[in-house]
């Protein structure tokens, strides 16, 4: 059973416009979500978090946005770079436990 | 080093033979975690070491593998027996107690 979901595989934007990855979540304990950015032959790359306190975290071009009574976040990226165009993943814990989990990731395309 | 590094960065080896991959994790991070990416699918958790407590094992999908941390820092991880299912990228990622994971450029394993 996927606890994250990232239910579009695929996104095409234009450059200069924003760009908004979705992801929902099954389990009520999660209290942290994560959202990482992965290259082709990379390792994923940390972009911003948010705590389950907050509805709203920003950082630079990047802001994400969680609704915790529809168990929902997203990642904009405002505007968007070709440089942006990578995969992204949405990733949660609860309380102690380090563990991540993933979704399966959203493939950015950013066309110049 | 600056950040997490793995070795060997690619593997190819031959069906029933063990494999050691290694990760330095970044100086000072409490915790080492292992996952893996098989072709298609988002990253599956493996292992997670913190400090002197136990490891999580609970990702670690058979008997074949394991792995070891000395202390706060190196870990290997170890495929027995290695299966042609086994093939994907393994990565280890470092982090403080109570921040986001670090991630290494991850290792190729190619089972033939």
């Known amino acids: 059973d996927q606890q994250v979901k990232q239910n579009s595989p695929s996104l095409s934007v234009q450059e200069g416009r924003i760009s908004i990855l979705n992801c929902d979540y099954t389990n009520s304990m999660f209290d942290y979500f994560l959202w990482y950015k992965k290259y082709p032959a990379e390792g994923p790359t940390f972009l911003i978090s948010i705590s389950s306190i907050k509805d709203k975290n920003e950082d630079g071009r990047f802001t994400v946005f969680l609704n915790k009574s529809a168990k929902h976040l997203s990642l904009h990226i405002v505007p968007s770079q070709p440089g942006d165009s990578a995969v992204y993943f949405c990733?949660?814990?609860?309380?102690?436990?380090?563990?991540?989990?993933w979704g399966l990731g959203t493939s950015l395309a950013v066309n110049p | 080093g600056a950040g997490v590094s793995q070795s060997p960065s690619n593997k190819v080896t031959e069906k029933g033979k063990d494999v050691e991959l290694r990760c330095d994790p970044i100086s000072g991070h409490t915790a080492l975690y292992w996952y893996r990416q098989r072709l298609g699918q988002g990253l599956e958790f493996l292992i997670y070491f913190q400090g002197n407590s136990a490891p999580d094992k609970s990702g670690l999908p058979s008997d074949r593998f394991s792995a070891e941390r000395t202390g706060e820092s190196v870990s290997t991880l170890t495929i027995q027996r290695t299966q042609q299912e086994d093939s994907a990228v393994y990565l280890c990622a470092s982090s403080l107690a109570s921040t986001a994971q670090y991630f290494g450029p991850g290792t190729r394993l190619l089972v033939l």
């Open positions: 990733a949660a814990n609860a309380g102690n436990n380090r563990k991540l989990i």
